[in-house]
């Protein structure tokens, strides 16, 4: 892709327990499935995409920033660890964990993100609702892979601080992300 584009999507950040939670699970769940060669997602990198907008002109970057930025003047959301779930369900390639949202703030948060983005012409929104969910691993490029009953994650509810607009730099390691712009939630 030439230099005048980027991959961009739009994820909401995850608190430091959360983080601690999701990796801890995955050591202790994801070892023991045999069979499978697992890429790991980088602590740092954890995230739950609420826009992913694809290949996006360089010079649009600051007015999709300042969409979100106005999309996400919200309070901050009040989110636990839920269940794992296997994606897609047919032909497993990743493992995630699901969050719950029992005061519906991430969906309406998402929607309102996707709504404004989706009117200044960078989103175009998907068919499938919304699964509010962090990815924890993928399978290994062409192996196959079973997928298991696993237990959820410790989980207690935790506010989630912020929405980040990323660059995502692909790579034979996976993807990278470079945080361009973060709001930070609850400060309306």
Known sequence: MSADRARLFVGLDL???ARSALVQW???HLSDMAGARWRLIE???LHVTLCFLGWRVVGDIDQIAAACESAAS???VELSLGAPVWLP???PRAIAVTLVDNRHRLSG???AIADTLHAGGWYEPEA???LAHVTVARVGKGEPVRAAELPSPPSRALLYPAVTLYRSHLGSGGARYEALHTVQLGRG
């Open 89 to 91: 369900a047919r032909r």
């Open 43 to 45: 602590p740092e990198a």
């Open 74 to 76: 919200r309070p901050a």
């Open 128 to 130: 499938r609702p919304f």
């Open 26 to 28: 995955r050591a202790n």
């Open 109 to 111: 948060l998402q929607r």
């Open 15 to 17: 608190p430091g327990i």
